[in-house]
């Protein structure tokens, strides 16, 4: 099970960089374009804050999106960081 600070990034008091920062680091830049893309494809579809939470369920997601964020403003904000890096 993924622990529930995946997508958040560890707690501050660990001493560690965020999910952006540690993870994109190390992970193949093609990969995270296609992940990027998967959300901006995702976010195109006429879906509601509902049809997110399903599609997070259906992709296999076992957390639920940081406080304050909504399922869709979450893929937004990751593919916005995403894309920033």
């Known amino acids: 099970m993924t622990p529930a600070w995946a997508w958040r990034g560890p707690p501050a008091r660990w001493g560690c960089r965020t999910f952006s920062t540690s993870h994109t680091a190390t992970t193949d830049p093609q990969l ?3 992940l990027v893309g998967e959300l901006h494809e995702l976010l195109a579809l006429p879906l509601d804050d509902g049809d997110y939470a399903l599609a997070a369920a259906e992709l296999g997601m076992e957390v639920g999106p940081p406080e304050p964020f909504s399922h869709g403003a979450w893929f937004q904000s990751l593919a ?3 894309s920033s890096i």
């Open 80 to 82: 916005t960081t995403l």
């Open 32 to 34: 995270v374009a296609r």
